[in-house]
């Protein structure tokens, strides 16, 4: 599967990139703007992402922001609800625990940092990105 991560921290770049390498290929930005570009470039090149992991405190357009309109354009796209990008929402603190629960609708999962990688393929087996 293709895979998204954005990230501003290299070094949480790195780690996700690799606790997923195994289950696919991942393209990696910095920032939610570019998130946004390589999604649409993926649709483009009709190579769309299975899964995009964001996190939350970016700069230029922050995780909850790039979530929203990553909606809007698979809703413009006619894209199903149940064939839209899997999201996985990475935060810092335990505190936007709230504010993440009202993206619920919107975003797949949720997880806190500093991330496990036996608690990220257990969220991609829940969200049935991954076989069990
Ligand atoms: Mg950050």
Redesign the pocket.
């Known amino acids: 599967m293709r895979i998204l991560i954005a990230?501003?921290?290299l070094i949480?770049r790195q780690i996700l990139q690799g606790m997923l390498k195994d289950y696919g290929d991942s393209d990696v930005v910095v920032n939610g703007r570019e998130a946004i570009d390589a999604f649409t470039m993926a649709h483009e090149q009709k190579s769309p992402y299975s899964l995009i992991c964001l996190?939350?405190?970016?700069p230029v357009m922050d995780g909850c922001e790039t979530l929203l309109l990553i909606r809007e354009l698979e809703k413009e796209m006619k894209i199903k609800k149940a064939d839209r990008v899997k999201v996985i929402m990475i935060t810092?603190v335990d505190r936007p625990k709230e504010i993440l629960k009202s993206y619920t609708g919107e975003c797949s999962a949720y997880m806190i940092k500093p991330i496990n990688k036996k608690a990220l393929i257990k969220q991609l087996k829940d969200i049935g990105l991954l076989e069990e």
């Open positions: 990230d501003d921290e949480n996190d939350i405190m970016m810092a």
